[in-house]
């Protein structure tokens, strides 16, 4: 089935440890998003690509890195993780044509020591 | 900006019919989109409005009014199953998908 595929579902990295995060789609979708979703939050847009054109939101710190590779990977790089950055990080994609739905991964747990 | 408003919570009774209300100011606005969430799990996509009106599909049904920026979610036949957290969000002008801060809907027996 296509869909949109987050490694892994659960990690753990240190204080200060950079950590990679990523997410892979079968879809062909144009964009890719990463979310922040914190407990009983709404999801944070951090920043999405359109094709190669990233897009980054006003307030993401500039810990959070993205790499775009080719059409179906995307990556999040968190420089120096932080307590506060201990989350969910959800991916989606969205076909930029229609784009009225948000497809989402599973999700990664991310949990600072 | 973007500014989207929902109850934080509502609890209704197996069998019943529910309405979330979704109010938003938008510096640009192509439709509102409703996700369920449930814990520990990814959105779901549930609806998608671009025009004023009613949207159906199945027991959940979805209305815009653009002219007062407002939106609801309508849940019949409300099934334990339906409990979750659920999420209006903005399909704005640069291809994103803004959330609401969710509302978490309680079924009880």
């Known amino acids: ?113 | 900006g973007q500014s989207l408003e929902q109850p934080s919570e509502v609890t209704a009774v197996e069998g019943a019919i529910v309405q979330i209300n979704c109010t938003y100011q938008t510096s640009g606005f192509y439709g509102l989109s409703w996700y369920q969430q449930h814990d520990g799990g990814a959105p779901t996509f549930l609806s998608y409005n671009a025009l004023d009106g009613l949207e159906e599909t199945g027991r959940f049904s979805s209305f815009l009014s653009r002219s007062d920026s407002y939106g609801y979610l309508l849940l019949q036949e409300l099934q334990m199953k339906d409990s979750a957290s659920y999420f209006c969000a903005v399909r704005d002008y640069g291809q994103n998908f803004v959330f609401g801060p969710g509302t978490r809907l309680s079924v009880l027996p």
């Open chain 1, 1 to 113: 089935d296509a869909m949109v595929i987050q490694n892994p579902r659960y990690q753990v990295t240190q204080f200060g440890k950079p950590v990679t995060l990523s997410c892979s789609q079968t879809l062909n979708h144009n964009v890719m998003y990463w979310y922040q979703q914190k407990s009983s939050q709404a999801p944070k847009l951090l920043f999405h690509y359109y094709d190669k054109d990233f897009n980054n939101e006003a307030d993401t710190p500039d810990n959070f890195q993205s790499r775009r590779p080719n059409t179906s990977f995307c990556f999040l790089d968190i420089r120096s993780p932080g307590l506060g950055d201990a989350a969910m990080y959800l991916c989606a994609t969205s076909s930029g044509q229609k784009n009225t739905e948000a497809f989402f991964g599973q999700g990664t747990r991310l949990t600072v020591v």
